[in-house]
């Protein structure tokens, strides 16, 4: 999950702040889910992320 979300924010070529204010979530949460492996997140905040990075939630966290 980690490199899938730094992968679809860099090809967006915006930043963990920029992405962070895009999907109304903090800094902290897209540093620990770029950065850790195991990181608890609810539905609403992958579904915050997926639409400001404009893919489906399963294309970011699901999808090998």
């Not at 702040?17 to 800094?27: F, I, N, T, W």
């Not at 770029?34 to 990075?53: P, R």
């Amino acid at each position: 999950m980690a490199n899938k979300v730094k992968h679809y924010r860099e090809k967006a070529n915006l930043t963990q702040q920029e992405l962070a204010e895009k999907a109304d979530v903090s800094r902290n949460t897209i540093s620990a889910l770029e950065t850790q492996d195991n990181v608890n997140v609810t539905y609403d905040i992958m579904n915050k992320l997926a639409n400001a990075l404009g893919y489906k939630v399963s294309t970011i966290f699901f999808d090998n």
